[in-house]
Protein backbone atom coordinates (compact mmCIF):
# COMPACT_ATOMS: atom_id res chain seq x y z
CA UNK A 1 0.00 0.00 0.00
CA UNK A 2 1.42 3.63 -1.02
CA UNK A 3 1.11 5.63 1.69
CA UNK A 4 2.44 9.33 2.38
CA UNK A 5 2.41 10.27 6.47
CA UNK A 6 3.36 14.01 6.91
CA UNK A 7 4.37 14.73 10.88
CA UNK A 8 6.12 17.65 12.69
CA UNK A 9 3.07 20.65 12.61
CA UNK A 10 1.86 22.21 15.22
CA UNK A 11 1.57 25.88 16.88
CA UNK A 12 4.44 28.15 16.77
CA UNK A 13 4.95 31.45 17.36
CA UNK A 14 6.09 34.08 14.79
CA UNK A 15 9.81 34.25 13.89
CA UNK A 16 9.74 30.22 15.33
CA UNK A 17 11.06 26.81 12.97
CA UNK A 18 9.39 24.08 12.15
CA UNK A 19 10.38 20.63 10.93
CA UNK A 20 7.89 18.54 9.07
CA UNK A 21 8.62 15.13 7.97
CA UNK A 22 6.97 13.01 5.18
CA UNK A 23 7.57 9.28 5.67
CA UNK A 24 6.62 7.24 1.58
CA UNK A 25 5.83 3.37 2.09
CA UNK A 26 5.06 1.34 -1.23
CA UNK A 27 7.28 2.99 -3.32
CA UNK A 28 10.38 3.70 -5.22
CA UNK A 29 11.08 6.53 -3.38
CA UNK A 30 14.07 7.69 -5.23
CA UNK A 31 12.63 7.24 -8.35
CA UNK A 32 10.00 10.19 -7.48
CA UNK A 33 10.39 13.83 -7.36
CA UNK A 34 8.82 15.01 -4.31
CA UNK A 35 7.17 18.11 -2.91
CA UNK A 36 5.25 20.06 -0.09
CA UNK A 37 2.28 22.25 -0.84
CA UNK A 38 0.29 24.45 1.25
CA UNK A 39 -3.35 25.52 1.92
CA UNK A 40 -3.91 28.25 4.17
CA UNK A 41 -7.76 28.86 5.45
CA UNK A 42 -10.18 30.02 2.38
CA UNK A 43 -7.45 29.41 -0.32
CA UNK A 44 -6.36 27.66 -2.82
CA UNK A 45 -3.65 24.86 -2.34
CA UNK A 46 -0.20 26.18 -3.45
CA UNK A 47 3.14 24.63 -4.29
CA UNK A 48 5.81 25.61 -1.49
CA UNK A 49 8.31 23.47 -3.13
CA UNK A 50 10.23 20.59 -4.20
CA UNK A 51 13.14 18.21 -4.80
CA UNK A 52 13.93 15.86 -7.49
CA UNK A 53 15.57 12.89 -7.55
CA UNK A 54 18.82 14.65 -7.77
CA UNK A 55 18.51 17.19 -5.00
CA UNK A 56 17.42 20.07 -7.23
CA UNK A 57 15.20 22.26 -5.43
CA UNK A 58 12.44 25.43 -6.34
CA UNK A 59 10.83 27.07 -3.61
CA UNK A 60 7.77 28.93 -4.23
CA UNK A 61 9.23 33.01 -3.75
CA UNK A 62 7.50 34.03 -0.22
CA UNK A 63 9.74 31.06 1.48
CA UNK A 64 13.20 31.15 -0.21
CA UNK A 65 15.88 31.62 2.41
CA UNK A 66 13.51 30.93 4.62
CA UNK A 67 12.55 27.49 4.05
CA UNK A 68 14.90 24.28 2.91
CA UNK A 69 13.64 21.04 1.40
CA UNK A 70 15.69 17.98 1.55
CA UNK A 71 15.15 14.03 1.38
CA UNK A 72 17.22 10.88 2.63
CA UNK A 73 16.68 8.47 0.11
CA UNK A 74 17.88 5.77 2.33
CA UNK A 75 14.83 7.01 4.68
CA UNK A 76 12.69 7.07 2.27
CA UNK A 77 11.62 10.71 3.90
CA UNK A 78 11.51 14.26 2.97
CA UNK A 79 11.36 17.27 4.66
CA UNK A 80 10.55 21.06 5.13
CA UNK A 81 12.58 23.19 7.68
CA UNK A 82 10.62 26.13 8.24
CA UNK A 83 12.36 28.99 9.73
CA UNK A 84 11.36 32.82 10.52
CA UNK A 85 7.80 31.62 10.38
CA UNK A 86 4.93 34.45 9.48
CA UNK A 87 1.12 34.30 10.26
CA UNK A 88 0.54 34.16 6.35
CA UNK A 89 2.32 30.47 6.90
CA UNK A 90 -0.64 29.13 8.59
CA UNK A 91 -1.83 26.27 6.59
CA UNK A 92 -2.62 22.78 6.33
CA UNK A 93 0.99 21.53 4.83
CA UNK A 94 0.92 18.42 2.62
CA UNK A 95 3.46 16.25 1.41
CA UNK A 96 2.83 14.91 -2.47
CA UNK A 97 5.60 12.41 -4.56
CA UNK A 98 5.25 12.61 -8.90
CA UNK A 99 7.22 12.65 -11.97
CA UNK A 100 8.44 15.50 -13.76
CA UNK A 101 5.01 16.90 -15.11
CA UNK A 102 2.36 15.09 -12.68
CA UNK A 103 1.88 14.73 -8.89
CA UNK A 104 0.29 11.61 -8.11
CA UNK A 105 0.57 10.50 -5.06
CA UNK A 106 -0.78 12.84 -1.66
CA UNK A 107 -0.10 12.49 2.25
CA UNK A 108 -3.08 13.42 4.52
CA UNK A 109 -1.44 16.74 5.62
CA UNK A 110 -0.24 18.49 8.94
CA UNK A 111 -1.34 21.78 10.39
CA UNK A 112 1.16 24.38 10.90
CA UNK A 113 -0.12 27.42 12.88
CA UNK A 114 1.94 30.84 13.39
CA UNK A 115 0.64 33.14 16.35
CA UNK A 116 1.02 36.53 16.29
Known amino acids: QVQLVESGGGLVQAGGSLRLSCAASGLTFSSYRMGWFRRAPGKEREFVADVNWHGNTNYRDSVKGRFTISRDNAKNTVFLQMNSLSVEDTAVYYC??????????WGQGTQVTVSS
Open 96 to 105: AAGSTSNWNL
